[in-house]
């Protein structure tokens, strides 16, 4: 039993550093997405070069109608939009009458994403403007203090010994179906934490608990944004 005395020391000092650890967890899972995000998603949305940003040559008329397309991400990731994201989203722009006159998801006939295609098709269904949305998601898990209990031989299907940080980027950006012209974008960030046994990381709902977070900021911000663009 000599063994006990430095491990529940061990115990304590680790259950004080819990917290700031897992703050700077967080930090950097989120900075690791957005640098993912320059490098993978940044360039397949820029257009950017002939884009122009808030141009007020090129007006939408309101209400409009809007095309949604939701950019699903390689198969090897670990998430995936659904219907019940895409009916989120569509409901609460939706919401917005004067704006909003009626929002759909976009049918990719073409099997491309390419921006050019992605802006005739969306004409081509009836669209004025086109959404795009897109996200990046990263998880990680690391052993807390209970997690020392697994020493003692504490059945791992029992301890809730490991923490399970999640973050998700979501980025969405108006083009105009006519124009390479952007009316109006955003990027906002979830974050899910939680404490599992070893063995029941429960990975897949820590990311969709995350996506869940940053498409309600981002419905909050798409929401402000136009607003104080097209007062009245």
């Known amino acids: 039993m000599n063994y006990l005395l430095p491990l529940l020391l061990l115990l304590a000092l680790t259950g004080c550093s819990t917290t700031k650890k897992e703050d700077k967890l967080k930090n950097e899972i989120t900075q690791r997405l957005f640098d993912l995000w320059d490098k993978t998603i940044g360039d397949s949305v820029s257009d950017s070069k002939t884009a122009s940003i808030a141009n007020k040559k090129v007006e939408l008329k309101r209400p409009f109608e809007l095309a949604i397309y939701f950019k699903q991400p390689d198969?090897?990731?670990?998430?995936?939009?659904?219907?019940?994201?895409?009916?989120?989203?569509?409901?609460?722009?939706?919401?917005?009458?004067?704006?909003v006159k009626r929002s759909f998801e976009l049918i990719n006939t073409a099997g491309t994403e390419d921006i050019k295609a992605l802006r005739t098709m969306a004409a081509q269904q009836g669209a004025d403007a086109l959404l795009i949305v897109q996200?990046?998601?990263e998880v990680e898990s690391n052993l807390n203090a209970a997690g020392l209990s697994y020493v003692v031989l504490v059945p791992t299907l029992f301890a809730n010994g490991n923490t399970v940080t999640s973050a998700f980027v979501t980025q969405a950006v108006?083009?105009?179906?006519?124009?390479?012209?952007?009316?109006?974008?955003?990027?906002?960030?979830?974050?899910?934490?939680?404490?599992?046994?070893?063995?029941?990381?429960?990975?897949?709902?820590?990311?969709?608990?995350?996506?869940?977070?940053?498409?309600?900021?981002?419905?909050?911000?798409?929401?402000?944004?136009?607003?104080?663009?097209?007062?009245?």
């Open 135 to 137: 996200g990046k998601a």
């Open 174 to 232: 108006l083009w105009d179906v006519r124009d390479s012209v952007v009316h109006l974008g955003s990027e906002t960030e979830g974050e899910w934490k939680m404490k599992r046994p070893l063995f029941f990381k429960q990975e897949e709902r820590a990311i969709n608990k995350a996506k869940e977070e940053s498409l309600l900021h981002l419905e909050e911000q798409l929401t402000k944004q136009a607003t104080e663009r097209w007062k009245g």
């Open 75 to 99: 198969k090897k990731e670990d998430w995936r939009w659904t219907r019940e994201d895409k009916v989120f989203l569509q409901n609460k722009l939706d919401d917005n009458k004067n704006i």
